[in-house]
């Protein structure tokens, strides 16, 4: 068994909006502020069911899951309840649902315990859960102090993993969360609880939870290269956690396009990606850090760092992510290839992304499962050079 | 505690160091000690400079501490709520023996502070001085909330001439260690204010502060509305209106005649 050949594949959708008005180019900002008045339910139930049949065939297709986030205030994504979603997916498929996730600091972590033990009892154990801190555009959204953002957050995945691993009924006296009786129903089916990841921009600190926690580490948002001492360095405390650092902890993120010749995958691919960078992910600094939304050394990082939201860099965007077009072969490569070099095997994969046509995406996807991951299937892993 | 001089305007304030309850606390003192007292609570923000302090110390002890979480004070562990400010204040009045006879001038942030202080501990104050002070909710006033406003719009809208402000802003708007300030200045702004812009205390309990108090306000305030005012004076029992013309919310900086109003109501 080898790293590449038992690697998983799991599909995601961001459900954005598509259907933008014409000036929103001169908007600086399609998150937060970006008037909600441009949404018309009626695009957005015909969008809704096209995303939802993508994601049923990418099921039949065989890919291992189906994954699902959460966003607030913004075309970006149509998920702001993931676990309405994930529901609506759960009697039309057979695969992983992996649920990456809904900020537990957002609402009641209680009540988020119980919707995800609801998804995994009405799945018959087939949820996977991520928990991210979310944006900084989802607390100029939500009613949550940014500032106390991080200190809620851990304590609310305390008490989560209270409701999942110890029966009830408990009480729990935190800094923010006091309960009584703690002692939600239905519990999960996957004991102790489903399979779980933190997502992460790479800071010490989310690191160092998740190994604590023995958590996977689902990576967003920073460059590959830095990625991969991010991984090093999770390996490392996730095994001073006493934790085996399995290639599936680590999920990262891959956007592929599969066509019968490299030309036409990226003249197919490129309009999409770019539409995806350029309009989807358009914010600003000020809602990239709302206050105390980061520590005030993590501030000065970020400021005098390049900023991935809304750039049209190329260059910067393949430098940070990991984006392939091509035949299935040039696509198995890339990804093989960067398999290898994280020595990580848990693949999120946007086939899907921005304003890419239904038709497209049943190309893209039909074509990933059938000529790519197959061949990447089929390899073995490298044998290790010896150096003398 | 220690002391060093700070870089003169045309006076000099000695820099005092604390430790308040664990939080290092910076004091800018000038005037003679035996002078009585007038402490400054600033606003959100510190790069502005303390000019129109100077004139104060001719004849009074003038004490400008940074709130912790501003300037050069530290952060205040476990920082929750404005009254975790106030009480740092009382700590920090008594290690300085301020207890009676103050003059408290608070400004915006430090107006909000200056005021739950007073409800608490009157007895410690002679004046209490309100300068276009936050956190008052006026039916039928809009006010903008400060999180709010782009940092571009910010600084302008915090005074009525730009030149008031250009000698203390970087030459590049990105400077990094000035922006990483202005964060964290707001950060910890954000902690007490955030959830609660507008004071759930005052409404209740400002009927108590029967201080002599001076309401001051720039009547081109763009942050603040000077029709703010009267509802803060209704509140006081024993509260004056002053209100000053061509100033903006940095009313202190831009009015030499609001700055010696302010000396002349601590002096009566």
Known sequence: MGLVDQAEFHYFHFFPYTRLPPDHGERESLWVDFPNSNYDPAVGHELYNRYLQQMVLADSLGYDGLVLNEHHNTQYSMNPAPNLTAAALIPQTKSWISVFGTPPNLGYPNRLAEEYAMLDVMSGGRLKVAFPLGTGMEYWANAVNPATARARFRESIDVILRCWTDDGPQTFAGDFYTYRYLNPWPRPVQQPHPECFLVGTGSPETIELAAELGFGYSVVFIPRVAQLKVFDSYRERLAHHGHEPTPDKIAFGVFAYVAENDDLAEQEFLPHIMYFFENNLRTTARYLNPPGYVTVPEFRKRIQAADVHGTTNWDDLVAINRIVAGTPEKVADAIGGWIEEAGANRITLNLTIGDMPHWKVVKNTTLFAEEVIPRLRARKAAPKEVVA | ?268
């Open chain 2, 1 to 268: 505690m220690t002391t060093t001089p700070v870089a003169p305007g045309s006076v000099t304030f000695d820099r005092l160091d604390l430790d308040v309850n664990g939080t290092p606390t910076v004091v800018l003192a000038a005037g003679d000690p035996a002078a009585p007292p007038v402490v400054f609570l600033h606003g959100a923000g510190t790069f502005h400079g303390w000019a129109f302090a100077e004139p104060w110390a001719a004849q009074f002890r003038v004490l400008i501490p940074h709130h912790p979480g501003f300037g050069d004070s530290g952060d205040l562990e476990g920082l929750h709520e404005v009254h975790d400010l106030v009480i740092h204040y009382v700590d920090l009045f008594d290690r300085l023996g301020l207890t009676a006879d103050v003059r408290l001038v608070g400004f915006s942030l430090g107006g909000l502070i200056a005021a739950r202080f007073a409800i608490e501990q009157k007895h410690r104050l002679q004046r209490l001085v309100l300068v276009a002070p936050t956190g008052l909710r006026v039916p039928g006033v809009e006010v903008d909330d400060l999180f709010t406003i782009p940092p571009e719009q910010l600084v302008g809208r915090l005074v009525h001439r730009m030149d008031t402000l250009l000698p203390h802003l970087p030459s590049d708007p990105h400077d990094v260690d000035f922006n990483v300030d202005r964060y964290r200045e707001t950060r910890t702004a954000a902690i007490v204010l955030w959830d609660h812009p507008f004071d759930r205390v005052l409404p209740r309990w400002l009927g108590r502060v029967d201080t002599p108090t001076l309401v001051v306000w720039g009547e081109e305030d763009r942050l603040l509305p000077p029709a703010l005012a009267p509802a803060w004076a209704e509140l006081l029992p024993n509260a004056t209106v002053a209100t000053f013309p061509e100033a903006g919310h940095l009313v202190l900086d831009e009015s030499p005649e609001a700055s010696a109003a302010v000396a002349k109501f601590c002096a009566d």
